[in-house]
């Protein structure tokens, strides 16, 4: 899910910006200014979406960074190319099948710890 992830919020800041002018960026003590551009840099700071989807790539990101090029190749494959095959998947890879659940497994750890859903796990 992760490239769908990544197009989720490619999509959610076009929607934003291709959105119809208007709205206002500011008030100040009852007072506002009309400033369309103003208004969507507004929505896409604050846009709840954004900031959801944002944060799972970013915990993705940095819990891939930690882990070895193994656990990197997996997760491409695996789930950035959705390739299902596992005996085909760990031949390609050059890891057994064992390796391949444990990677899967410390992969899912190592981006559980990142989004705060499980305090710091031993992954390796």
């Known amino acids: 899910h992760y490239s769908q992830n990544k197009r989720l919020l490619e999509e959610e800041r076009e929607r934003i910006m291709d959105e119809s002018p208007g709205g206002f960026a500011s008030v100040t003590k009852g007072r506002r200014h009309s400033d369309p551009t103003g208004a969507k840099v507004i929505r896409l700071q604050f846009?709840?979406?954004?900031?959801?989807?944002?944060?799972?790539?970013?915990a993705i990101d940095?819990?891939?960074?930690?882990?070895?090029?193994?656990?990197?190749?997996?997760?491409?494959?695996?789930?950035?190319?959705?390739?299902?095959?596992?005996?085909?998947?760990?031949?390609?890879?050059?890891?057994?099948?064992?390796?391949?659940?444990?990677?899967?497994?410390?992969?899912i750890m190592s981006v559980a710890v990142e989004m705060g859903l499980c305090e710091g796990v031993e992954i390796g």
């Not at 960074?65 to 656990?71: G, P, V």
């Open 47 to 58: 846009s709840t979406a954004l900031f959801s989807i944002e944060g799972r790539l970013r």
């Open 62 to 107: 940095n819990a891939l960074s930690k882990l070895s090029d193994n656990h990197q190749k997996l997760f491409h494959e695996y789930y950035c190319q959705g390739r299902q095959g596992i005996i085909q998947l760990t031949h390609d890879l050059y890891i057994s099948k064992e390796s391949f659940y444990r990677y899967k497994k410390q992969i």
